[in-house]
């Protein structure tokens, strides 16, 4: 009887809360913190230039098989970066290839609307990579 | 003739504009318990929501069957004896209470001759149960209004209102109060107005379909809900007198849905009751109990005072 009155009056005490749900295109919603998005490529402050030197932790670290990478010899016989691909249509966001990067080179956005017309449109590029640094602050969707 | 019309109007006007309101509120109020928002495809906060439940039973092709046009027709006529408002009766009787009651009792022998009808062995096992359930659940209610009876000494809902006008009944029939809210949540549950009910509709409809018919047996479920509140109101808590300077009418109003919300969000507080012998143990172990004590207690009452005139 104790619990019927305690919940009786939680449930009225909820009529004057603000319901947790919300109307998903109409009203604008903060991303909890900590949540994975698309990867993103960071930058050299300095030069402006991507950190990643293409060893290839990530890739044998995806669980997917999502990642490409290509090099080519650089300056001084040293293997630079040369192209990477990234396919969304198979990334499960796990967030490894953050984890085992030991340049910092890749990070997570709080990006989740993934929604394209084409699946081609889901394999990234280099400089797509590089664009979705737009999308790193928690709260760009309510902007 | 003129006035006769009218007041039919007046009647079903309210009736309607009350199944609408509580359609939406039902729909809105048990989400908003549950912290959700509830139903809002329309605009205007899903005010659309009860007409578009409307038109989604009227979608769908179903024949109607004796029973279902018997149960339309009382579930409006049940109201013309039960006066909401000292104008506002369509029949005058002397006894309306006794008949108000028959009338009920009418009705909730009409949804059980139409659930029993089903070819389905799971509704119609289940439906059947369920208002003979009710019928049990009405046996303390009985009590509960002979006890008003006594104190009050008619049979007219309308003096019954009219004596209250100093003190209301619940201030003499405290009990009886509890036991006609509970039976009346517990009929509320059965119904499974609040929910789809997987007694009554959530596997009926797949299986059966909505169709007019439908509707109709749930306007009549409405109709059972509101007969028993209406009852409480008048029986217990002085119906449509004046509160201060209010209005009687509107007071009758507010009372409705102050009752209305209370049902709903005991509903909410308390489980589904699936389980038949724990009902059953509720109406004769508490309830019926109670009632008949309460009944007991009014009839040494009414000795003491009318017969030997010591109160």
């Given amino acids: 009887m104790r619990r019927v009155i305690k919940d009786f009056f939680a449930g009225f005490g909820n009529l004057f809360r603000k319901p947790r749900n919300a109307v998903y295109p109409k009203e604008k919603i903060i991303i909890p913190e900590g949540s994975r998005g698309i990867p993103k490529f960071r930058l050299d402050l300095d030069s402006l230039e991507i950190i990643c030197n293409g060893c290839g932790d990530c890739r044998k670290a995806c669980p997917e098989n999502c990642i490409e990478i290509k090099k080519t010899a650089g300056e001084g016989g040293r293997e630079v970066l040369d192209e990477f691909y990234l396919d969304l249509s198979k990334c499960i966001f796990c967030g490894n290839c953050v984890e085992v990067c030991s340049l910092d080179a890749i990070e997570m956005t709080y990006r989740h609307q993934l929604a394209e017309t084409g699946k081609k449109s ?10 979705q640094s737009d999308y790193s602050l928690r709260d760009f969707w309510t902007k | ?14 009736l309607i504009v009350n199944i609408y309101m509580c359609s939406y509120f039902l729909n809105k109020l048990s989400s908003r318990v549950e912290l959700k928002r509830g139903f809002s495809a329309s605009r205007a906060k899903g005010l659309g929501y009860p007409v578009l439940k409307l038109f989604r039973y009227l979608s769908k092709d179903d024949r109607l069957n004796i029973w279902e046009i018997l149960i339309f027709f009382f579930s409006f006529f049940i109201w013309t004896i039960i006066p909401f408002s000292p104008t506002l009766i369509i029949i005058r009787f002397e006894n309306d209470l006794v008949i108000a009651i028959l009338f009920y009792m009418i009705l909730l022998f009409l949804i059980l001759m139409n659930a029993s009808r089903s070819r ?12 003979l359930m009710i019928y049990n659940f009405f046996i303390p209610v009985i009590f509960c209004i002979s006890g008003i009876v006594l104190i009050n000494r008619t049979l007219t809902l309308k003096e019954i209102v009219g004596f209250q006008y100093q003190y209301w009944n619940i201030i003499y029939q405290p009990l009886g109060f509890i036991v006609m809210f509970a039976s009346a949540l517990l009929l509320m549950k059965l119904f499974n107005i609040t929910k789809k009910s997987t007694l009554f509709l959530g596997q009926n409809i797949e299986k059966e379909g909505y169709g007019f018919g439908r509707l109709m047996v749930r306007i009549s479920y409405y109709s059972t809900l509101f007969f028993i509140i209406v009852m409480i109101i008048i029986l217990y808590l002085a119906g449509w007198q004046n509160l201060f300077f209010i209005n009687g009418n509107i007071i009758f109003g507010i009372k409705f849905y102050i009752i209305f919300l209370i049902l709903v969000l005991l509903d909410k507080a308390t489980p589904q009751l699936n389980d038949y012998s724990y009902l059953l143990s509720i109406n004769w172990k508490f309830l019926i109990p109670v009632a008949a004590v309460n009944f007991l207690l009014t009839i040494v009452f009414f000795i003491l005072r009318n017969i030997y005139g010591i109160i």
């Fill in chain 1, 122 to 131: 889901f394999r990234l590029e280099k400089l797509d990579l590089i664009k």
């Fill in chain 2, 1 to 14: 003739m003129i006035i006769l019309f009218r007041n039919v109007v007046y009647l079903y006007l309210i």
């Fill in chain 2, 120 to 131: 389905y062995g799971f509704i119609f096992k289940n439906a059947t149960k369920n208002i």
